[in-house]
T-cell receptor, first 114, second 113 residues
Framework: KQEVTQIPAALSVPEGENLVLNCSFT??????LQWFRQDPGKGLTSLLL?????REQTSGRLNASLDKSSGRSTLYIAASQPGDSATYLC?????????????FGTGTRLLVSP | SQTIHQWPATLVQPVGSPLSLECTVE??????LYWYRQAAGRGLQLLFY??????ISSEVPQNLSASRPQDRQFILSSKKLLLSDSGFYLC????????????FGPGTRLTVL
């Protein structure tokens, strides 16, 4: 059974810092991995989707990497801003559960102070 | 562009009462549709998914059911709510195909008292 862990659970940084959020998963047989952002009381916003054949994806100040063999993904946020404050979730799509199912981590709560 | 709607946004219901949450998607046809629950202190859990009208797959045995009466409409229901049904319910959609990206709605906060 796929288990997804996100460390740290919470992170507080001053504005302007570059930061890395970590995601690890126990089963490396995945179709892809998706990073989301969730603001308090809101739905999820898809940030990046990395296919199993890819090593990384970039969108603006965000860069996500995937190392399937070691069961790890990182989300790199450059030049953080207060508007980046949110909970960041990663989710894998394991091959052994059918391609419809996303298995989520419990998230990293990020606070960027002005 | 595609948009996904959920209503109501918040709901407070007594134990034993029925439930109906609705999700609709605009701007796409033949989507896959999903219901997730996010309970306090726990990750998101897939409850149901649907690949077409009347086709529902259940991931977790529970007090809830889902229906898809129209192509872009997905309904989550219960005949009698339990305290443990409280949580944040999220609907999502994706295109058909293998392992597609999923897009989420704004969610419904359900409190069962």
């Amino acid at each position: 059974k796929q288990e997804v862990t996100q460390i740290p659970a919470a992170l507080s940084v001053p504005e302007g810092e570059n930061l890395v959020l970590n995601c690890s998963f126990t089963d490396s047989a995945i179709y892809n991995l998706q990073w989301f952002r969730q603001d308090p009381g809101k739905g999820l916003t898809s940030l990046l989707l990395i296919q199993s054949s890819q090593r990384e994806q970039t969108s603006g100040r965000l860069n996500a990497s995937l190392d399937k063999s070691s069961g790890r993904s990182t989300l790199y946020i450059a030049a953080s801003q207060p508007g980046d404050s949110a909970t960041y979730l990663c989710a894998t799509r394991p091959m052994n559960t059918g391609f419809q199912k996303l298995v989520f981590g419990t998230g990293t709560r990020l606070l960027v102070s002005p | 562009s595609q948009t996904i709607h959920q209503w109501p946004a918040t709901l407070v219901q007594p134990v034993g009462s029925p439930l109906s949450l609705e999700c609709t998607v605009e701007g796409t046809s033949n989507p896959n549709l999903y219901w997730y629950r996010q309970a306090a202190g726990r990750g998101l859990q897939l409850l149901f998914y649907s690949v077409g009208i009347g086709q529902i797959s259940s991931e977790v045995p529970q007090n809830l059911s889902a229906s898809r009466p129209q192509d872009r409409q997905f309904i989550l229901s219960s005949k009698k709510l339990l305290l443990s049904d409280s949580g944040f319910y999220l609907c999502a959609w994706s295109i058909r195909g293998a392992a597609p990206e999923q897009f989420f709605g704004p969610g419904t906060r359900l409190t069962v008292l």
